[in-house]
């Protein structure tokens, strides 16, 4: 089935710079995926997702990147703030799975102000 | 749109006591249902998914057990909890025409004492 990483697991950042999370997938037959966000004691949220038919999609200071070639994706913050401190999960679905998503182990953002 | 309800939100229970918590779902007629459990500062394991009323599907072998005993009710059970059970516990379902795009419920806190 589907495997999806995530690199690294924790990443500070200074506020108002940028910060990168990458997740790797196996499945070259996966054709969406979303990243969630996750603050101390609640919920994932989702926060963008992209489709395999797209390279890029940004809303407002978030972006996600797609690289089928390498089979990889990536979720940029810029200008970060405060309340950007969270666990941010990866996920990837594929028709082989039956759209299942898999989901990445979870990156922990620190915002320092 | 969809909501998703969980209940108890918190929960203390003995070990060898049994458990039940329920998930309702308004506002979709996706019938897929997911149970997750996130053990402490860990990811996202999914335990049971269910596409039908008393179709369940179960991820890993567990001291736990599903059913859906109606198209919009998602219950987890055990009849003996494990230290080990503790975590929270998340419902999640598909969204009304979302795709693959899952949406949780706010989670029910365990802990096994």
């Known amino acids: 089935g589907e495997n999806v990483e995530q690199h690294p697991s924790t990443l500070s950042v200074q506020e108002g710079d940028s910060a990168v999370i990458k997740c790797t997938y196996s499945d070259s037959a996966s054709n969406y995926f979303p990243w969630y966000k996750q603050e101390l004691g609640k919920r994932p949220q989702l926060i963008i997702d992209?489709?395999?038919?797209?390279g890029e999609k940004k809303d407002q200071r978030i972006a996600v990147t797609l690289n089928k070639t390498a089979k990889h994706f990536s979720l940029h913050i810029t200008e970060t703030q405060p309340e950007d401190s969270a666990v941010y999960f990866c996920?990837?679905?594929?028709?082989?799975?039956?759209?299942?998503?898999?989901f990445g182990k979870g990156n922990q953002v620190v915002v320092i102000p | 749109s969809q909501t998703i309800h969980q209940w108890p939100a918190t929960l203390v229970q003995p070990v060898g006591s049994p458990l039940s918590l329920e998930c309702t779902v308004e506002g979709t007629s996706n019938p897929n249902l997911y149970w997750y459990r996130q053990a402490a500062g860990r990811g996202l394991q999914l335990l049971f998914y269910s596409v039908g009323i008393g179709q369940i599907s179960s991820e890993v072998p567990q001291n736990l057990s599903a059913s859906r005993p109606q198209d919009r009710q998602f219950i987890l059970s055990s009849k003996k909890l494990l230290l080990s059970d503790s975590g929270f516990y998340l419902c999640a379902s598909p969204g009304r025409n979302s795709g693959n795009t899952i949406y949780f419920g706010e989670g029910s806190w365990l802990t096994v004492v």
């Open positions: 992209i489709r395999s038919n797209v």
């Open positions: 996920a990837a679905s594929s028709p082989r799975g039956n759209n299942r998503l898999a």
